[in-house]
């Protein structure tokens, strides 16, 4: 089948339907492209809350400061003042659509603290934030009427003369292959946390929006940053919210010690992400740890506070670990959680490739930087969601309807039905990720070093190769979800390989880059952010750098 | 620690594909599913493993050609709600060791939802009935300056929370005894969400929605088996939500329906002789005077007569009824 819009958005979760309900309100034909159904986004997963300074104490430029000192001077200013300025407008927003935000005695939105904020300004609702945004972001689509290819794995976009005018989806209830043409395209596909075990992310965080659009010509900036959570469920890796230390609770070593005292001695546990997770990795490794963990404390809070404001990791922590969090510490570690860099956007969301947006965690603003302040994702997903859903139905109004790709249609059916006739060798799709999942995690994660980054570019040109003969273990047509992970893994194998490219070449430590040869920043020869452009497929992609947008805050030393 | 663990296969393909070699991970005959059937699979967990660990590890290193779907593998995403052991629930939330009878756990697609392909099922039935009920904020007027939030109280938005920590599993939906036999029942989820909106002090529809939920295929519908409530691994508790609109639809005058009639018919004859007058109970329901619903319910009546499963005829109050009577003077309300 080829059906016309004039935008297609690959992804369901907060940023792509933020992003759909902009240009459908804005008279676009708009029709989103996910491969789980909506409501399965990994934005659900959101707990603790989104930030605004909304307060009468507070101002964007309080926000905005601890943004660019929370990525450590790697964010572009300009961005950031964009995001904080419409942070409380596009909040109050989501309250006029029906989140059931969290009150104070007066009945105006109530905030509690989060990390690496100089004020209480996250907003939220229980430890269900995301899930409760997302839920009302859907039900919006359903009024609005927008078109949902629901269950629909995106496989390739549609590039013509330039221009990206498309993308070719399997629709996996059938198995078969359509062709979708569109005027613009955003990409809003989410993280890539498969890429690394363990991760908090979801099963299906396979990067797939970075590599679509590495492989379409958009370049991939700071794909280096990749962010550990200081607090990640002993185990499963499950996330437990940063709002538990927020609503006061303690990290302490195996001592019974509150060790931030030495690491953060101002903010302790609200420290950023970054400096936290590096903090736990000293005591663990330093021999104060607990089976490789850390504990978060919350029994002083009490079992009303628990309930009621964490009600859900108080739940996870029960069913995965048989721990109730109101009578016992929850062990936790730093754990992959969250992917800084991505396709390289403007402000309105536009990348450098005509007609292809992108926004939310698969793009790079860059309003995170080097580290990313906890509860300024969601704010991202829903303000570049908006800003590029404006842009791109702007975009698709001047311009002509895109047609032809029949050949790439054929030329994709022919690649998905030689992956489908691929003989069994012995290679498995899961045990090849697993390999490579460890591998990113033991030498491109919370540490990294020349000797380890060269390790790990080597072992991913052994994983390519091994890559070549995954045979796909179904060859039944319908819901063939052994070819979507082959073809998945095959995404994460290009995110993989632009972040080892890009830690590779940053010699410096900053931010969620840590490098063991290089401790510390160097502002004069780093200040810049990494660029990555494919220039042809197997050859070493083209590396360059650009300046840093800074346009009121002068580098600082960075302590908390 | 072993798990054997029963899959509903289901595949209308049914094509056979190369099996793997003998000693390589993937078991002969693989991806060789006919339409239907049930296939054992042994796998090797921790104790504490869940459902969907065995599920991923089978995926994973035994039969790549078990479809599932699941994300988050932590309760939040609501993917993976299935039958295990005769019930729906969500895979990553079972414990294994919990639902392991008679050696083994048998797992399958809900017979109450069209199947696709093994544990994956058509949700269309369960989101058509969620859009069924408006789920989105008719937003009450004047809509507050784009910089201002309505002013409610915490306690009016807490009180909804246990609504929108729904995760659309469907797991209430899949068990549910009433949307089994009438598939124009709006179902749990639906209402438990429709509650959402009218507990709500910022929606302007609460009495619209009221009305609308009162109509055949609404709350009254519902027959009380409490299976949402025990299957709902969220604890959204949908049956009381549906309690709950019930009372304030009755309350907003929405009584000419079979449901309130029922409940009040119900009512009447406790206070009245403190047990149910079954034989007045039907016709009370349906309304007095609505003959061609009385019409229609004489088939019933005439084969429960053959089956000798009349009441009887005449009813007698038990003893010591005037205590119930004080009962219902004493909580006061309609049935006073």
Known sequence: MIADHDVIVLGAGLAGMRAALEAARLGADVAIVTKVHPIRSHSSAAQGGINAAIGENDSWESHAFDTVKGSDYLADQDAVEVMCREAPQDIIEFEHMGVIFYRNDDGKLGTRAFGGASQARTYFVGDITGQALLVTLYDQILKAGVKVYEEWFATKLYMDEGACRGAVALEMVTGELHLLRAKAVIVASGGLGRLYEPSTNALICT??????????????????????????????????TEAARGEGAYLLNSLGERFMKKYAPTKMELAARDVTSRAEATEIAEGRGIDGNVLLDLRHLGPDVILKKLPQIHEMALDYLDIDMI???????????????????????????????????????????????????????????RRSGRASAGYAKGTLPSSGGEELLRSEQQRLEGLLARPYTGETCAGLRLELATMM??????????????????????FRKRYENVAVGDKSRIFNQALTFVLELGYLLDCGEAII??????KESRGAHTHIDYPERNDRDWLKHTVLTLRRDGEEPEISHVPVTITRWQPEVRTY | MQFTIEVGRYNTEGRYADAARPGEPFPAPWNASPVRRYQTYTVDLPEHAVVLDALIAIREYQDPSLAVRCACRSAICGSCAMWINGHANLACKSKLAAFTKDGKTRVESPPSMPIIRDLVCDMKPFWDKHLAVRPWLENKQPVPPPNQEYRVPNAAMEELIQEVSCISCGACVMDCESFAVNPDFLGPQALA??????????????????????????????????????????????????????????????????????????????????????????????????????LKTLPSAINMARAGKLPPLIHKSIPGVERIRKIFERVGGRFK
Request: hydrophobic content about 40%; aromatic content about 6%; charged content about 20%.
């Open chain 1, 501 to 506: 490219r890009d830690a590779l070449v940053r």
């Open chain 1, 207 to 240: 990067g797939d929006g970075y590599s679509l659009a590495y492989r379409a010509g958009a370049p991939l900036m700071d794909m280096a940053m990749v962010q550990y959570h200081p607090t990640t469920l002993a185990g499963s890796g499950f996330l437990m």
């Open chain 1, 441 to 462: 995690d033991a030498k491109v994660g919370l540490y990294r070093s020349d000797a380890g980054l060269h390790e790990a570019l080597e072992a991913l040109r052994g």
């Open chain 1, 327 to 385: 009578k016992e510490p929850v062990p936790v570690r730093p754990g992959m959680h969250y992917q800084m860099g991505g396709v390289r956007t403007d402000v309105e969301g536009a990348t450098a490739i005509a007609g292809l947006y992108a926004a939310g965690e698969v793009a790079c603003v860059s309003v995170h930087g080097g580290n990313r302040l906890g509860a300024n994702s969601l704010l991202d997903t829903i303000i570049f969601g």
């Open chain 2, 193 to 294: 969400q429709a509650y959402r909106y009218v507990g709500d002090p910022r929606d302007a529809q609460t009495k619209e929605r009221l009305g609308e939920l009162s109509k055949e295929g609404g709350i009254w519908d519902c027959t009380h088996c409490f299976e949402c409530v025990q299957q709902c691994p969220k604890g959204v508790a949908p049956l009381d939500q549906i309690l709950k609109l019930r009372k304030m639809a009755v309350d907003a005058g929405y009584t000419h329906n079979a449901g309130t009639r029922h409940a009040d018919a119900f009512a009447e004859s406790v206070r009245h002789s403190g047990r149910l007058n079954e034989l007045t109970l039907m016709p009370k329901s349906t309304g007095l005077f609505n003959i061609v619903g009385q």
